[in-house]
Each structure stands twice: as C-alpha cells, then as structure tokens.
C-alpha cells in the first residue's frame, strides 16, 4: 500500500507562483510512474504533469512553460512548482503514483487562483 500526503495549495492572485510537494510513503519512485492532476469543478480529473515510467517529463499543453515537476529520492517526494497562475489553474491538485495495475492518490490539496 502506498500512501500519498500533498501539501502547499492556497489562496494566490494571479500571477504568483506556489509550490505543491507529495510525500510518499516508502521509497517508490524506481518503480511507480509519479505525477499530479487537477480537478476543477463541474470538470474531468486532467493529467498536469508526470514522470513517465521512463524517466522522462510530460505536460498537459496548458501549462508547459509555467509549471515544473521535479522529486527528491532521498525525501521520497515529488514536487510541483506552478508559477504564472491563472485563474483556470484554480482546482484540487492530486498526487498520483501508478505502476502497472497499482494505482494510487493522495487525498488532493487546493490550489485558487484569484483574478
């Protein structure tokens, strides 16, 4: 069982920047696929931004050039650093590590965007 804890959402205007971190609950990256997405309301979950099981980085088009994904293995966590916000950026952020038919999210952080 793996768990996932996000933290770092909040209240910013338009413009400013915030950082998201996951802490997981062992030592998974050299396994799971991590990554966050957002849900804003009335709205599907969407994909953010991910590691692929690869290594490599993957962004939704609406954010590439404003948001970074990075992690620290040594801290077991993945962060999200979202700068330029806009208000469409406003939704519940989620932590998510995937491997194989393993799938799991973390309870979600809120992040709004004030215009």
């Known amino acids: 069982q793996v768990q996932l804890v996000e933290s770092g959402g909040g209240l910013v205007q338009a413009g400013g920047s915030l950082r998201l971190s996951c802490v997981a609950s062992g030592s998974i990256f050299s396994r799971y696929a991590m990554g966050w997405y957002r849900q804003a309301p009335g709205k599907q979950r969407e994909l953010v931004a991910a590691?692929?099981?690869?290594?490599?980085?993957d962004y939704a088009d609406s954010v590439k050039g404003r948001f970074i994904i990075s992690r620290d293995s040594a801290k077991n966590t993945v962060y999200l650093q979202m700068s330029s916000l806009k208000s469409e950026d406003t939704a519940v952020y989620y932590c998510?590590?995937?491997?194989?038919?393993?799938?799991?999210w973390g309870q979600g952080t809120q992040v709004t965007v004030s215009s």
């Open positions: 590691f692929t099981s690869g290594g490599s980085t």
């Open positions: 998510n590590a995937k491997w194989y038919l393993h799938d799991y």
